[in-house]
């Protein structure tokens, strides 16, 4: 039975910029990206059992913890063909691609775009521009952040010497209460620290509206065929797997019960016990003549 193994930091240059990205095990590759506010470390819990069949990539994305902190780029198209160039720069033909949070409308951009490329999408506690499909999860606005985070210059502004409690705040609220491991903690602080920190951070949710244009014009090109898998928990529940349902071939759905929204380090259990047939699970390949 293979064991997990190391993880391997490495900076990779890609689309003007170079990331930072976390590398381990051997076999089909899977990319896992993270979100706000989170590192790599995001998939502590998970990168060892995953590499023990897998060659794991998971990258900090551009602006976020060691990658280039970018002057621009932070809408998802952009996103998508950084991690293109990870691949490509470790010679990775295909890749299974998982994106919780800001990393969702990522993976989802670069399977529209690349189902050569893509083998499989895990899809994550996160919605996909205007698509249709969170209408009850709007119903009331969008989480208050998104407006404060938005506005150019003023969140870093205001947060700069307190990012620690604010953080702290999204750590409680993403994991109901039950907070994240000290050195998970301690990493996400320190890669969200200072002014620029921040500006890359709020920069992702500034590029909100062109990621929603994006993910409007591919859609409206294309279909999503790679097969799909979305994966609720608290608070977005089943709005992702609503809004993906009319443009997949072929989608699955599951709500991790008592879960917050950061998955990957409240319930990695469960995550991994979806997550692994998931992965495992062979692409069929269309009939030949």
Same mark, same amino acid.
């Given at each position: 039975?293979?064991?997990?193994?190391?993880?391997?930091?490495? @900076? !990779?240059?890609?689309?003007?910029?170079?990331?930072?990205?976390?590398?381990?095990? %051997?076999?089909?590759?899977?990319?896992?990206?993270?979100?706000?506010?989170? *590192?790599? @470390?995001?998939?502590?819990?998970? !990168?060892?059992? +995953?590499?023990?069949?897998?060659?794991?990539?998971?990258?900090?994305?551009?602006?976020?913890?060691?990658?280039?902190?970018?002057?621009?780029?932070?809408?998802?198209?952009?996103?998508?063909?950084?991690?293109?160039?990870? =691949?490509?720069?470790?010679?990775?033909? %295909?890749?299974?691609?998982?994106? !919780?949070?800001?990393? %969702?409308?990522?993976? /989802?951009?670069? &399977?529209? @775009?690349?189902?050569?490329?893509?083998?499989? +999408?895990?899809?994550?506690?996160?919605?996909?521009?205007?698509?249709?499909?969170?209408?009850? /999860?709007?119903?009331?606005?969008?989480?208050?952040?998104?407006?404060?985070?938005?506005?150019?210059?003023?969140?870093?502004?205001?947060?700069?010497?307190?990012? *620690?409690?604010?953080?702290?705040?999204?750590?409680?609220?993403? *994991? @109901?209460?039950?907070?994240?491991?000290?050195?998970? #903690?301690?990493?996400?602080?320190?890669?969200?620290?200072?002014?620029?920190?921040?500006?890359?951070?709020?920069?992702?949710?500034?590029?909100?509206?062109?990621?929603?244009?994006?993910?409007?014009? &591919?859609?409206?090109?294309?279909?999503? *065929?790679?097969?799909?898998? &979305? !994966?609720?928990?608290?608070?977005?529940?089943?709005?992702?797997? #609503?809004?993906?349902?009319?443009?997949?071939?072929?989608?699955?759905?599951? =709500?991790?019960?008592?879960?917050?929204? $950061?998955?990957? =380090?409240?319930?990695?259990?469960?995550?991994?016990? $979806? +997550?692994?047939?998931?992965?495992?699970?062979?692409?069929?390949?269309?009939?030949?003549?």
């Amino acid at each position: 039975m293979s064991h997990p193994q190391p993880v391997t930091l490495h @900076r !990779i240059a890609t689309n003007g910029i170079e990331a930072n990205v976390a590398v381990a095990g %051997t076999g089909p590759a899977v990319v896992l990206l993270h979100g706000f506010p989170h *590192t790599w @470390r995001l998939w502590s819990r998970v !990168i060892g059992p +995953l590499s023990a069949s897998h060659r794991v990539i998971a990258p900090d994305l551009r602006g976020f913890g060691g990658s280039t902190r970018a002057a621009d780029g932070y809408d998802a198209g952009t996103l998508a063909a950084d991690v293109d160039g990870i =691949l490509d720069a470790l010679g990775e033909p %295909t890749a299974a691609v998982v994106g !919780i949070d800001a990393g %969702t409308p990522v993976a /989802f951009l670069l &399977a529209l @775009r690349r189902p050569d490329r893509v083998r499989r +999408l895990v899809v994550m506690e996160s919605l996909l521009g205007t698509l249709p499909g969170a209408e009850e /999860f709007l119903a009331s606005g969008p989480p208050w952040w998104f407006g404060f985070h938005a506005v150019p210059g003023l969140a870093e502004t205001v947060l700069a010497g307190h990012e *620690t409690e604010y953080l702290d705040w999204f750590l409680a609220a993403g *994991t @109901r209460g039950r907070g994240v491991p000290p050195d998970v #903690r301690e990493a996400f602080l320190a890669a969200y620290t200072g002014r620029d920190a921040l500006r890359c951070a709020f920069s992702y949710y500034r590029a909100l509206p062109e990621s929603a244009r994006q993910i409007d014009e &591919a859609t409206a090109r294309a279909r999503l *065929t790679v097969p799909t898998l &979305a !994966i609720g928990a608290h608070p977005v529940g089943r709005s992702l797997e #609503r809004q993906l349902r009319p443009v997949t071939d072929d989608l699955t759905g599951h =709500l991790i019960p008592d879960c917050g929204h $950061i998955i990957p =380090l409240d319930r990695p259990r469960e995550l991994l016990e $979806i +997550l692994t047939p998931f992965l495992a699970a062979p692409v069929e390949q269309p009939a030949s003549d």
